[in-house]
């Protein structure tokens, strides 16, 4: 059963509200406009709903009408504050500026701009600072109100759920002339607003954060506020709204408000409270150091928004969806890098909390059974955590980890080579972002650091290999400026050994370290000298240009052309390379193996292809001069239906978890019957079973799956890139992979 704690997105449909909404389209459908019986009735409907929406909301005076949504409410009070606030441009202390919270929604000040430019207003549209505690600054706006126009400053905050104080800001705006929004959403249910008692404005609510559907919600407007349609026709709502009226939305939010006024269905502020504090608690259980970004005292009780040192959003999203616990982060996420938190930004916090913000979220029909699943399953993601070695102050529960760990921090890659019958690991490119991480994955596993090494000093960022060293209390002993041992041949780590290879060109220090097994070279660790579609440039000071055609020819005698080349930057998700799939996206690689070029010649057609190197998607330098477009590399797609077809043909099929195994532990996989093979192997994890996949016969077919379909089409398109065609990827991920039964009712509770 799904427990969803992501109540400040969206809500499921309340029962009652969805029987009030399908008895209005099934039976009371009339038109509210129409004068027959039928529409009579559903005139009547509407009435009492908006009368119920007054009392709700303490609006016994003023404007009430029934739109879309939170959107249209803002588009409609910001348009109509807005075309009042241009008759008064040419008075006397015509206003100057549109002020809102810098926390707001963003459909705040995206209509504030909006409707300023196309209006021609031209005000100054400045955000009100927020506090740490992301409370308003009071003295700012009581400085700048005198100012302003329009004053927009929500009720209570989506991501943090942190509650305004609306009596500083209705006196804080005392003695101005400005209009007064109050972004009602996240607050309807959940606290009492006194609208007509206060001087606010504009209100707007929306239906779908309070258990009814999407595509409803409220706008109050104060008694002798300034009103302007927003849409204009048939003269619906008093013509001030237009359009025929949603009535099976109005109908079910009349239901959600009648439970709203019953005082069953919603659970009361210190029972909420209560809630709250019991899911605290599970989260300071499950995750050690974890910190909460907004002060619970001043939060709605129904959001938690908290960081964990060292834990991503990222992951923790996926850890706690493997657990079939839905919710959100408190950042959005672009492909290239997790934007941090405006809101958190805009209160202050470190950059760490900004950028691994977890917002958790429930609704006042919670009860305690679902918070008691809620808190279970949150235990059951710290164990996971620490069964991966992942969590802080673990030790040694976790079964040894062997072979390739791969990191990427912005491009850069980083890898740890461990073996578990020695117990013993190298790192290589060390990042210092992973420094904590790695220290305490190493001590929770109890391996000893046999060397951090260096592919080469980088351009981009100082090695942290002394900061790691440091954070194992561990003595490197004699070593060179890349950290290899002084007068060893190889590094030994039980049946593995690791050799180097100068090949200067991209650094007069580039190495690459090629590792060993029983069985001869398995794969080499290239650093920048031959990256997925790129050269390393070799047009830095400390390059050696000349010296790189050599070096080339050399690694690739040494290497041939199959073995896996794991690279020091990888800006496409590639993971892994060979000299033979490089020779055919690189011609002056080819040119320069294959002979028809010496050294010079490559060394000068290497600089004009570096002559305008751009930077990075990550805004960083870029280490080389992609030749291939990076964009191409085409991914195949497999539906849930078309691998079942697919199983059901004498086909060979390889199914691969690609998730990582702290989701692996927790999560369901699809049920597919005896006759698949199926893997895990962790994204992390890939290059220690490529080389396999690749020796696979051609038709046989790997299928890659995660959560939600995006790590398993990296995994798919790398392996098609390395010349396995028959790699795809689960479209949508476990997310619509289709469930044996769905419990949508029993996991209402929310
Ligand atoms: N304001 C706040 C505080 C919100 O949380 C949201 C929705 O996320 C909106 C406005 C927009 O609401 P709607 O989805 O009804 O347009």
């Known amino acids: 059963m799904e427990i969803y704690l992501d109540a400040n997105a969206t809500t499921p449909v309340l029962p009652q509200a969805r029987e009030a909404a399908l008895a209005v389209m099934a039976e009371d459908f009339g038109n509210p406009s129409s004068v027959h019986s039928t529409g009579l009735k559903a005139r009547a409907l509407v009435d009492s709903v908006r009368a119920r929406a007054r009392r709700v909301l303490g609006a016994d005076t003023g404007r009430l009408l029934f739109l879309s949504g939170a959107t249209e409410g803002i588009q409609t009070a910001v348009l109509s504050a807005l075309s009042a606030l241009r008759e008064r441009l040419a008075q006397p202390q015509a206003p100057e500026l549109l002020l809102y919270g810098a926390t707001e929604h963003k459909a705040v000040p995206e209509a504030l701009r909006h409707w300023n430019a196309l209006l021609g207003l031209d005000l100054q549209v400045l955000a009100i600072p927020v506090g740490r505690d992301g409370r308003h600054d009071l003295g700012w706006l009581r400085e700048h109100a005198p100012r302003a126009g329009l004053v927009c400053t929500m009720a209570a905050n989506n991501e943090t759920g942190v509650i305004s104080d609306l009596d500083g800001i209705e006196a804080a705006l005392a003695g101005s002339a400005a209009l007064w929004m109050v972004d009602g959403v996240q607050a309807l249910g959940k606290l009492p607003l006194r609208l007509a008692g206060r001087r606010i404005d504009y209100a707007p609510f929306s ?7 999407k595509g409803v919600g409220l706008l109050y407007v104060r008694e002798a506020a300034p009103f302007t349609p927003l849409l204009a026709g048939g003269g619906q709502e008093g013509a001030l709204r237009s359009g025929t009226e949603n009535m099976s939305g109005i109908a079910a939010l009349g239901a959600v408000l009648a439970a709203l006024e019953d005082g069953q269905t919603f659970r009361d502020a210190a029972t909420l409270a209560a809630y709250r504090r019991d899911l605290a608690e599970a989260l300071h259980q499950a995750f050690p150091g974890l910190v909460f970004n907004a002060p619970p005292d001043l939060c709605l009780p129904t959001t938690l928004n908290f960081s964990v040192p060292g834990l991503s959003s990222k992951l923790l999203l996926d850890l706690f969806d493997a657990a079939e616990l839905r919710v959100s982060g408190g950042s959005a996420c672009s492909a290239a890098k997790a934007a941090p938190s405006y809101v958190l930004e805009a209160m202050g916090l470190p950059a760490w909390q900004t950028a691994s913000a977890v917002r958790l979220s429930f609704g006042p029909v919670a009860d305690r059974a679902f918070i008691d699943e809620a808190c279970a399953r949150i235990r059951v993601c710290g164990e996971s955590l620490r069964a991966s070695c992942l969590a802080p102050q673990t030790t040694g529960e976790a079964a040894p980890a062997d072979g390739v760990t791969r990191f990427v921090v912005e491009g850069a890659c980083c890898y740890l080579l461990a073996d578990a019958a020695s117990r013993r690991a190298v790192v290589i490119d060390p990042l210092p972002e992973l420094t904590g991480r790695i220290a305490q994955w190493l001590g929770c596993q109890g391996y000893a650091l046999a060397a951090v090494l260096d592919t080469h000093s980088h351009g981009d960022h100082a090695s942290s290999a002394p900061e790691l060293l440091k954070a194992l209390a561990q003595d490197p002993g004699e070593v060179d400026g890349l950290g290899w041992p002084l007068g060893r041949e190889a590094i030994a780590l039980g049946a593995l050994k690791l050799t180097r290879l100068a090949v200067p060109g991209h650094t007069r ?21 031959v990256m997925p579609g790129a050269l390393g440039r070799s047009d830095f000071e400390q390059s050696a240009p000349l010296d790189y055609g050599a070096s080339l020819r050399r ?3 040494a290497v041939g052309p199959q073995t896996l080349l794991l690279p020091g930057h990888d800006y496409e998700d590639r993971f892994a390379s060979t000299l033979a799939v490089e020779c055919a996206v ?6 320069v193996l294959g002979g028809r070029l010496d050294d010079e010649a490559f060394a000068s057609a290497k600089a004009v292809l570096e002559r305008d190197l751009a930077l990075t998607r990550y805004q960083t330098v870029a280490c080389g001069a992609r030749v291939d477009g990076g964009g191409e590399c085409t991914s195949s797609q497999i539906s849930p239906a078309e691998l079942r077809q697919l199983l059901g043909e004498p086909a060979a099929v390889v199914l691969v978890d ?4 702290y989701e692996q532990r927790l999560g369901q996989v699809p049920e597919l019957g005896a006759r698949v093979q199926r893997e895990a192997v962790a994204l992390s994890g890939l290059p220690n079973a490529m080389g396999r996949w690749l020796s696979l016969p051609a038709e046989t077919m790997v299928v890659f799956f995660c959560r939600s379909g995006n790590r398993s089409a990296q995994a798919a398109r790398a392996l098609r890139r390395l010349g396995h065609e028959r790699a795809s990827s689960l479209t949508g991920g476990l997310a619509l992979w289709p469930r044996q039964s769905a ?3 029993a996991a209402f509770a929310i």
């Not at 690609?658 to 195994?661: K, S």
């Open 207 to 213: 239906g779908h954060k309070l258990y009814a559907p």
């Open 509 to 529: 220090d580039s190495t690459a370290y090629l590792l060993h097994d029983a069985q001869g070279l398995r794969l080499a660790f290239v650093g920048d000298t």
């Open 555 to 557: 690694l690739a005698e």
């Open 586 to 591: 690189q011609p002056l690689l080819a040119d």
């Open 658 to 661: 690609v998730r990582e195994p």
């Open 743 to 745: 419990a949508s009712d």
